[in-house]
């Protein structure tokens, strides 16, 4: 009953930046932890930030730490992604979640309840 849409990709040379964002409606947006997933061709589903109920705490994976930086507006009920000095490597399409009360475990997909369809990122060298 909760539907997310995000937008922002596209193509962008390394070293570039991008701001992805993700609209939700149906529900509660202030009630849901907000995840930022990533997935290439031939790999698996990636966690790539999460951002807490009220905005104040965030966690990011390994790979993406000092670039990328999650953030909400509940307001406009929307969560952002910007992503700075982009890599071939983060080439990807990315997928925001949601997670009712933020119970579930941040980097498993399988616990978020809502996902969007995803945007394409293209990184060229």
């Known amino acids: 009953q909760m539907q997310l849409e995000e937008s922002g990709g596209g193509l962008v040379q390394a070293g570039g930046s991008l701001r992805l964002s993700c609209a939700a409606a149906?529900?509660?947006?202030?009630?849901?932890?907000m995840g930022w997933f990533r997935q290439a061709p031939g790999k698996e589903r990636e966690f790539v930030a999460r951002?807490?109920?009220?905005?104040?705490?965030?966690s990011y994976a390994d790979s993406v730490k000092g670039r990328f930086s999650i953030s909400r507006d509940n307001a406009k009920n929307t969560v952002y992604l910007q992503m700075n000095s982009l890599k071939p490597e983060d080439e990807a399409v990315y997928y925001c979640?949601?997670?009712?009360?933020?119970?579930?475990?941040?980097?498993?997909?399988?616990?978020?309840?809502?996902w969007g369809r995803g945007t394409q990122v293209t990184v060229s060298s």
């Open positions: 149906g529900r509660t947006f202030s009630n849901y932890a």
């Open positions: 979640a949601a997670d009712f009360l933020g119970t579930g475990h941040l980097r498993d997909h399988r616990e978020y309840d809502y």
């Open positions: 951002i807490n109920r009220s905005g104040g705490i965030t």
